[in-house]
Structures are given as structure tokens and as C-alpha cells.
């Protein structure tokens, strides 16, 4: 059934046409993944689906009664009240339902002292409608279903009584997140909801949405989330959406493929309107009417040919290269034995792992385990307790820090690159700056007024040229469009040094990384492989640790299991013997009744005969129920 519908949607900042001739149908269920460039026109599409902006044109078609929820990629909801009590907002009526049913209760309580009465008989009515409808509202269960998101939403106990106003961004963003699953809307709309969210948080929202039994448009740049949640992407580009029945990879292939194809038409087109336009040359020098009406005809084909665009996203899947300035030493870093407290609060304890030359490494774990902690321990920007960082020779670390602090906020683009690279010349400096998407004024633009996706593919740039051999880098993929997350993957790939990244982008590891580092609090973990090799052995331990629990407790359950077969076995036993004890009493009387209506004096009594014919139909009934129990048990 179709919940939501476009046609031909179009919509305008002031004369930059943003969409054009939008057209798609959601239909209940649906998990749908919206993707495209940033600045592409997403979210003014999900502005207009909730109305929060209005259309230039078209139709948009809504079920009637439809429930839409919007999380916004950027919220900041303030409220001194805790985080259980904001998400307990969601649940209002039922909790003003509980106070009432507690109300009726006193009232029934009060009314019943004064004996029966049609007051009471009301009350009780009242009581009994509300108690069902607050039990179908899961009004017993609504606490832990709070509980149940929060904590899968990456909170601990411990988080429920914080303040909304202490909080994080990215906190926020995940109760506002929690608040919205929590109301259960029909349609849910999701702007990047994965953002700040650790791996474990969000394959449980990954669950969440794929049994959720509402439909879901989502846009993200987290590429196996898409992978493992929807089934239809929404690709816009160049102002229009196209439909793909598939998920991201799937979308990819038939994506390539069209590509393929519209490269070759493009290829064939510029060839024929080159052999087009040097007939018409050489017409037009021969002179003379013939060869001039001939020239001019070729010219007004040419001219109606529908041309063939180029590939669309050329301009922006620049290629970008880290070339490190000489090679270090086999052993790149050693970590030893480290420890940091803050507050007396142990963070990381005898942690110890070593990174060898030309392995590109994936620290993991959840948010506030200490990763980003690490990481400045191995910079030198803060000491370790205990323990010992030890860099091997030769080799030169540049650090890619996710809140991008190496950068001037009161530079400029342009001086921002120049002033760590003098030496290069005006035209180099515009070149490099313009394969990373800054082009034309934008090179003047100050660096404060940078978008966060422009700010990342800055300090990209800074560390492309820095030449280090040994990358350290703190969530790389955070505010990058799809394409240009593919584009610094490539770049990774061949990149000939060393690399330790810290990522929740479960895609990008699996690309790029060959080893993962998994920190916890109990310590650091190492799997040499990507990170489906991480979860295939993760599982495998799980399965051991399984089965060599099973093998310490078996033989006590299958004792436990084996004594309460023979318990029920001989229970069984003794009800199928009650059972035909009951049968053969219930046939007797029967029998009895039978000899009773066959005796010719009860003719003259037809009130007896009715009251016999009645009471042998009660025992013929009550006789059929015994027969269908003894076959239930005797089949079993």
C-alpha cells in the first residue's frame, strides 16, 4: 500500500532550480536509502516531505492519517530534565492513563464500602475498558522499551539521570533519535542518524530498522549500514532521482554499468559530431550553392541532436594521491604496557600492540573507550601514566584529527595550504586546492565559514602534502559524501605507508584496513584481517565460548532434562489412566439413560423424557471432550 507519493516536485532558491521533476512512490514497509552529493538537495527534499518547506511544483500525495517522524542531521535540544524523563515525554497519555486507572481504583475502593449499585457498575466498566486499552499500549512495558533504546542507543544506567544540558552534540543527537524510534511513526525520515553512533550502536539500530514495520527513508553516507538495512536506493543527482530495487552494493553495480554505457554513448556521440562538423568544414570551402545548402543542412541536424552528457560525477571523483617522502623502518610504532587515568577513572589499561611498514591498521571500540585518548598518548600530546611509545627510525607522522584542529580558523583556504608550503607557486597551489573541490572564490572563502565536509577535505589536502609515511587518522570519513569517501579510499589503498586509523565506518575498514585493533575496557584485541574478518572470528569465539560453557553445565542439564521427561512421561501415563476411568463412568451412564428412555411407561411422561433426553445429551458431550483428550495423549 502507497503511503507517500511525488510527481514532478520541482523547487527554486531564488532563480538556482535545486529539484526537478521529483517522482516516487513509498510504500508501507519500505526501506529506502536517499543518496547523493552533499549540496545535492536531500534534506530540502525531506524539508518538503514534512512540510517544512513548500514546492515550486507538482503533487504530493500523503495517507490519510500518516504519522511522519524527522530526525534532522543537526539538532540541539535543550531541557534540564534527565534523559530518561526527555524520552519519557513520548509516552505522556500513557502515563496520565496510569495516574487515571490509579484515580478509578481509589473511587471503586470508596464505592464499594457503600454495598452493590449501578455507580459502582459504571466505575468497575470504566475501569475494565481503560486497563485494556492501557495493557494493548503496552502501559506496563513502556519503561523498559525506554531503557531498551537508550541502552541500544549506546547509554548506560549510569546515563539515564544526566541532564539533557550537560550533554554532547553528538549525545543529543542520539536522545533525539531515541525520542523519535520511541514514538513509533508510520513514515520515519533519517538524516545521517548514524553519525554518532559507535559500531555496536549502530548495528542495533540496523536491527531495529529492518524489523521495524513502518517505512523508512534514510540518508547516509555509511555504506554498509545502507548495505544491510535497505532494499531500494533513491540516488539524486543533477536535480532528479532515480530508483534502484537494490541495496548500496547492488545499486553500485548497476550503477557502473550504466556509467559504461553512457560513456560509450558519449564517446560515439563526440566522435560523430567531430566527423559532422569537418564535413561541414570542408562543404562550406568548397563554396557553390550545393555544397553550402548540404553544409547548412548538416548544420541544423547538428544543432537539434539531443546531446549525450558527459559522465556526471567526473568533476567530482578526482583522483588523490599520499605519496609518503621516504620509507621508515620495518617496526613503525610500538606501544608498551600503557596506562591513563583521568580522575582517578582508569581509562586504558596495560595496553600493548605493535604497527609494522605498509600495514594499514583499524583501531575500534566504543565511543569513550579511549581511542582518541590513544591516539594523543602516541602523538605526544598528553603523557601516559604508565608505559612506553616508541617510533621506529625514519619514520614522519602526520595526524588527521576529526575536529580538525590543525586548522586556522582565521586563515584563508588558499593561505591556509600556502603558508606550509611556500615554495609553491600561485597556479600549483589552485590546482591542488581545485582537486579537492575548491574552485573559484571558494579559495577565499575563511576558513571559520567552511562547511564540516569542506573542513575535512582541507585537512586531507594539508596531509596528502605533508608526506609523512605514517598516517594517524581520526574518523577520515565523517562528513564526506559517498564519493569522496570512495575517492580518499582509493587514495589509501595505494598509499605506500603506514597507516592507524580510527573509524566507525565498518565499509572503510572492510576496504581499506588489513588488520583491526579492537579496544575495550578489558584491553586491546588484534584480528589480522579487515573487519568482516574481524566479525567472522568474533562470531567463531562466540560460538567456542558457547560450546565450552555447554560442555561444563551438559551433563547436569541433559540429568536435569532426562528426570523431568520420566516426571512427565509418567505424569501422562496416569492422566491417560484417569482419563479412560472417566470415559468408561460417563458410557455407563449413558448406557443407564439409554435403558431408562426405552421403558414404555415413560411414554405417558413427556417432561421426564425431555429432562432424560437433556442429561443424556450434557454426558454425550462431556463423553466426546474425554475421547478428543485421550486421542491428543495418546498421539503425542
Wanted: proline share 2%.
Amino acid at each position: 500500500m502507497i503511503v507517500l507519493s511525488l510527481s514532478n516536485i520541482s523547487k527554486y532558491y531564488g532563480v538556482n532550480q535545486v529539484l526537478e521533476n521529483i517522482s516516487f512512490a513509498v510504500e508501507d514497509k519500505d526501506k529506502i536509502g536517499l543518496i547523493g552529493l552533499n549540496g545535492s538537495g536531500k534534506t530540502t527534499l525531506f524539508n518538503i516531505l514534512t512540510d517544512e518547506l513548500s514546492r515550486d511544483g507538482g503533487d504530493m500525495y500523503i495517507r490519510k492519517g500518516l504519522k511522519i517522524g524527522y530526525l534532522k542531521q543537526h539538532t540541539n535540544i535543550s531541557s534540564q530534565k534527565t534523559i530518561f524523563n526527555e524520552c519519557l515525554e513520548v509516552f505522556e497519555p500513557l502515563v496520565q492513563m496510569e495516574k487515571d486507572l490509579r484515580d478509578l481504583e481509589k473511587r471503586i475502593s470508596e464505592e464499594g464500602q457503600n454495598g452493590q449499585s449501578s455507580k459502582l457498575d459504571n466505575l468497575m466498566k470504566e475501569y475494565a475498558h481503560m486497563l485494556e486499552q492501557f495493557n494493548n499500549l503496552n502501559g506496563y512495558g513502556y519503561k523498559s522499551e525506554i531503557k531498551g533504546v537508550l541502552k541500544g542507543l549506546g547509554f548506560t544506567d549510569e546515563d539515564m539521570d544526566k541532564s539533557i544540558d550537560i550533554l554532547s552534540g553528538g549525545q543529543k543527537a542520539r536522545v533525539s533519535l531515541a525520542k523519535l524510534l520511541l514514538t513509533k511513526p508510520d513514515l520515519i525520515l533519517l538524516d545521517e542518524p548514524t553519525n554518532h553512533l559507535d559500531i555496536e550502536a549502530t548495528e542495533w539500530l540496523e536491527a531495529y530498522i529492518k524489523d521495524y514495520k513502518g517505512a523508512a527513508i534514510i540518508i547516509s553516507h555509511d555504506r554498509y549500514f545502507l548495505d544491510n538495512v535497505v532494499s531500494k536506493i533513491f540516488h539524486l543527482e543533477d536535480k532528479k532521482i532515480r530508483v534502484y530495487d537494490a541495496n548500496y552494493s547492488g545499486f553500485m553495480k548497476q550503477r557502473k554499468k550504466e556509467l559504461e554505457i553512457l560513456k560509450k554513448q558519449y564517446e560515439n556521440q563526440q566522435r560523430e559530431i567531430k566527423r559532422q562538423e569537418e564535413i561541414i568544414k570542408r562543404f562550406s570551402n568548397y563554396g557553390g550553392a550545393r555544397y553550402i545548402k548540404q553544409a547548412q543542412s548538416r548544420q541544423k541536424l547538428l544543432d537539434k541532436m539531443k546531446l549525450v552528457k558527459d559522465l556526471p560525477i567526473d568533476n567530482k571523483r578526482v583522483k588523490i594521491s599520499f605519496e609518503p617522502k621516504t620509507t621508515s623502518g620495518k617496526q613503525v610504532l610500538s606501544v608498551n604496557n600503557i596506562t591513563k587515568s583521568f580522575d582517578k577513572k582508569r581509562l586504558l589499561y596495560d595496553i600493548n600492540f605493535n604497527i609494522y611498514r605498509g600495514e594499514k591498521v583499524g583501531l575500534i571500540g566504543p565511543n569513550g573507550v579511549g581511542k582518541t585518548t590513544l591516539f594523543k598518548i602516541i602523538l605526544k600530546e598528553i603523557p601516559a601514566d604508565e608505559g612506553d611509545i616508541i617510533l621506529g627510525h625514519g619514520v614522519n607522522v602526520a595526524h588527521f584529527d576529526q575536529e580538525q584542529a590543525n586548522l586556522n580558523l582565521d586563515n584563508t583556504v588558499i593561505d591556509e595550504i600556502w603558508d606550509e608550503n611556500p615554495n609553491l607557486d600561485h597556479f600549483t597551489i589552485r590546482s591542488l586546492l581545485s582537486r579537492f573541490l575548491f574552485i573559484g572564490d571558494d579559495i577565499f572563502k575563511e576558513i571559520s565559514e567552511l562547511s564540516g565536509g569542506e573542513r575535512s577535505r582541507l585537512s586531507l589536502l594539508k596531509l596528502m602534502m605533508s608526506k609523512a609515511n605514517f598516517l594517524l587518522m581520526d574518523e577520515p570519513t565523517n562528513h564526506l559524501d559517498i564519493d569522496s569517501k570512495e575517492v580518499l579510499e582509493d587514495a589509501l589503498i595505494d598509499y605506500s605507508g603506514t597507516l592507524l586509523v580510527i573509524s566507525h565506518d565498518r565499509y572503510f575498514l572492510n576496504k581499506v584496513c588489513d588488520k583491526i585493533l579492537e579496544l575495550s575496557t578489558e584491553g586491546i584485541k588484534e584480528y589480522l584481517g579487515n573487519y568482516n574478518y574481524y566479525i567472522e572470528k568474533k562470531n567463531e569465539l562466540i560460538v567456542e565460548e558457547e560450546e565450552e560453557h555447554k560442555t561444563k553445565t551438559q551433563i547436569i542439564k541433559d540429568k536435569k532434562k532426562e528426570k523431568e521427561k520420566l516426571i512427565q512421561e509418567k505424569k501422562k501415563r496416569q492422566e491417560i489412566k484417569d482419563l479412560e476411568k472417566s470415559i468408561e463412568e460417563r458410557e455407563t451412564e449413558i448406557a443407564n439413560l439409554d435403558q431408562q428412555l426405552c421403558d414404555p411407561q415413560l411414554y405417558d411422561n413427556p417432561k421426564r423424557i425431555a429432562e432424560l433426553s437433556k442429561e443424556r445429551e450434557y454426558l454425550q458431550k462431556k463423553l466426546d471432550e474425554l475421547y478428543e483428550k485421550w486421542i491428543e495423549l495418546t498421539e503425542l
